[in-house]
């Protein structure tokens, strides 16, 4: 039964959202407490907390040691890739960041400045996303998996000061050499850092300081050794906090920016209103501090809640087993944990009726949250049905940093709808509009819309990029923000997400970049033209295919599979391995519109066994048809 706190919340929320977001804004400690929540004198760009100061690090920590948390823990580490475990209570983790802060400082970074961190699952990456937050300093965090290509677009739009990295990553079936990768990357970009901190790592120690380069190289343990601790800066709550770049449908990456004070208010306000996790309590989030749930999940929220987070340096499966999960559940006491459906669906792979849960005490488990892709309602039943604990889809995406639709379980639960991530959140006006813009009636497929503004914590524009950010999100809809992602809203209010309406790919639960794996495969020599699309799998939920046409004077039949293996190779260490493209074909010819456009979306349909859409502008409906064969055949 409805205990009406979620519809009194939400009516508020959109009604009058400085009443609403005012309230929630007392749970952060501002140094200038703001006076009112919404600037909206700029439309379309909004702005929250205008004249609010504070520091999103001395909320995440300082304040919680200065309150009596100084001896839990606020992190633990569990590395079963390294055989490694540790904790840092508060008053830990406090020292390390203000120091490490001091040791930036000594570098020269100072508020405003940009930070560049690619690390590993380690520790030292929440140190050195806080400290930057310590400083005022803007991070940005580039996943482990990225190779050089996605380094240097990051590097060269975000033009950091400082970057600080790690030895190596450690995967289950090899060690990551991050040097080579970083070396490669900043080689390439005309914006060169002025320092390199190195964490060095015992599986695979880096040469730090063997080339000649325009920047110091240092370790971090030199750094470290003599840094004295830096106090926090004051800075405005709409400052940025920091960057993170996400894929388009371009190769050049996105970069999302994060505000200081919104972001504080909104990620504070969803652990106990969503997730209903409070402080003191352990949260475990199996992710990456490279994709939004890391920033948002492993770091920033569980922290600014008072409560203990966990570093999970591993896998669902295969470190050592499908019962990891179940092992760092028991052990840490956790009350919820937050993943990708594809990670459920690799242990459900692996150990289907989860026998391996024997001898795990879960029962303290309140919630399983799980977003990033579509949850199936299989693997939503099957999870459901074996944890005795609520299983709840939320959606999101990177701009947004914290959930657009969810079961809001601290604030009111409600029945849940497999398939459904729910109700919209308080602050975000879901509308599903036609293509014309026209709101569809309930039931009715269209594109997912926010009408404006959106809520705290979302991206105020992209990084230096206002034009970007009006065209690519604002401009297809006047007064709403365009989600990229289609589906419907039923009679009850429950949203359901079908999936992007654009070429954005998300693989297991990683959202990758269609351009940015053509321009890799575009490098090659042999290479003509050539379209990657993402095609429904059963595991990863999408895996990307590449389509190539080869420049006359190479010959598909007797080289086509040798260049194909390069193709994919190519990709792999331009991109990264998590770009997972296996199958790459060699065709006649793509098919295109008659101005040019490539049709992704009908090879896509065709290749998942759907009805195609065949637009009237096709230039040659025969390239349609000998391709068919070619996008059935999986290899
Ligand atoms: N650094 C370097 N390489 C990485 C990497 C990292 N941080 N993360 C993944 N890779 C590599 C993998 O080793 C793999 O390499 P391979 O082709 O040589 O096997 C490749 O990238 C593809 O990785 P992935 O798509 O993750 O597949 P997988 O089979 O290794 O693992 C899962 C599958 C389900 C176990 C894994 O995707 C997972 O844990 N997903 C959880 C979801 C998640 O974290 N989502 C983030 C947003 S919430
Ligand atoms: P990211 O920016 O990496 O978080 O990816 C965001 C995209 O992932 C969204 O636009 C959706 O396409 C997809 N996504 C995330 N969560 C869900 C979910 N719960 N249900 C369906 N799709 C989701």
């Keep these: 039964m409805s205990n009406g706190a979620y519809a009194s919340a939400y009516e508020q929320s959109i009604g009058d959202p400085n009443a609403f977001w005012g309230a929630a804004a007392e749970a952060i400690e501002w140094i200038t407490a703001p006076t009112r929540a919404l600037d909206d004198s700029n439309p379309p760009f909004y702005r929250w907390f205008p004249d609010g100061t504070l520091n999103t690090c001395f909320n995440a920590l300082d304040r919680h040691v200065r309150d009596g948390r100084g001896e839990q823990v606020a992190l633990y580490y569990d590395s079963p890739v390294t055989g490694t475990k540790s904790s840092l209570t508060y008053a830990e983790l406090l020292d390390q960041v203000s120091r490490f802060a001091g040791a930036l400082a000594s570098l020269g970074v100072e508020k405003g400045d940009r930070v560049l961190i690619y ?56 060690t990551i050499a991050y040097k080579p990768m970083l070396d490669g990357g900043l080689d390439r970009s005309e914006h060169k850092p002025e320092a390199l901190i190195m964490l060095q790592r015992p599986q695979l120690e880096a040469e730090v300081g063997a080339r000649d380069t325009e920047w110091e190289e240092m370790t971090w343990d030199d750094v470290m050794r003599d840094a004295e601790p830096a106090e926090c800066v004051e800075v405005a709550s709409t400052d940025p906090l920091y960057i993170l770049y996400t894929s388009g449908t371009t190769g050049r990456p996105k970069g999302i920016v994060r505000d200081n004070g919104g972001h504080a208010v909104a990620l504070r306000w969803s652990m106990e209103n969503i997730y209903d996790i409070h402080p003191g309590e352990v949260w475990f989030t199996a992710s990456d501090v490279g994709w939004v749930v890391g920033h948002s999940y492993i770091v920033y929220a569980p922290l600014l809640t008072g409560a203990t987070t966990i570093v999970y340096e591993g896998k669902p499966v295969g470190t050592p087993d499908a019962s990891a999960f179940w092992r760092i559940i028991a052990d840490y006491g956790a009350r919820a944990m937050f993943t990708a459906p594809t990670a459920y669906r690799a242990i459900k792979r692996e150990d289907p009726e989860a026998k391996l849960l024997a001898g795990h005490d879960i029962s303290q488990l309140r919630h399983v949250f799980l977003a990033g892709e579509r949850l199936d309602p299989d693997t939503y039943h099957w999870a459901n049905d074996l944890l005795h604990c609520e299983v709840v889809d939320n959606w999101w995406q990177t701009e947004t940093g914290w959930p657009i639709a969810a079961n809001l379980r601290g604030l ?32 009715v497929d269209g594109a997912i819309a926010i009408k404006l503004p959106l809520p705290p914590g979302t991206l105020p524009t992209l990084w230096q990029d206002d034009e970007r950010y009006v065209g690519g999100y604002l401009s297809v809809y006047e007064g709403y923000y365009l989600t990229g992602d289609g589906g419907m809203i039923d009679e009850d209010g429950y949203i359901y997400v079908m999936g992007r309406t654009d070429d954005v790919l998300n693989v297991a ?29 059963d595991f990863k939920g999408q895996v990307p295919r590449g389509l190539v046409v080869l420049k006359g004077g190479y010959d598909a039949a007797t080289q086509g599979a040798q260049i194909a293996k390069e193709l994919v190779q190519r990709v792999r260490d331009e991109v990264g391995a998590v770009a997972s493209l296996k199958q790459v074909d060699i065709v006649a010819a793509l098919p295109k519109t008659r101005s040019g456009k490539i049709l992704r979306k009908t090879m896509r349909e065709i290749a998942d066994g759907k009805t195609p859409t065949i637009p009237g502008t096709i230039e040659d409906a025969s390239v349609l048809d000998a391709l068919a064969g070619v996008l059935r055949h999986t290899d």
Excluded at 414 to 436: F, H, N, R, T, W
Aim: hydrophobic fraction near 45%; charged fraction near 15%.
């Design 119 to 174: 690390m590993p699952m380690v520790p030292e990456a929440v140190v050195a996303m806080l400290a930057c937050a310590r400083l005022g300093a803007v991070h940005s965090v580039v996943f482990g998996g990225f190779a050089p290509a996605e380094l240097s677009a990051r590097i060269e739009d975000a033009k950091p000061k400082v970057v600080v990295s790690a030895s190596c990553g450690i995967e289950p079936s090899r």
């Design 509 to 537: 639960g990683h959202r990758l970049s269609t351009g940015s794996i053509e321009a890799a495969l575009a490098g090659h020599p042999a290479v003509a033209e050539c379209a990657v699309i993402g095609v429904a799998d």
């Design 412 to 443: 009111e639960p409600m029945p849940i709808k497999p398939g459904s991530p729910s109700v919209a959140v308080p602050g975000y006006d879901v509308q599903i509009l036609d293509e014309y813009g026209a709101p569809v009636p309930a039931g």
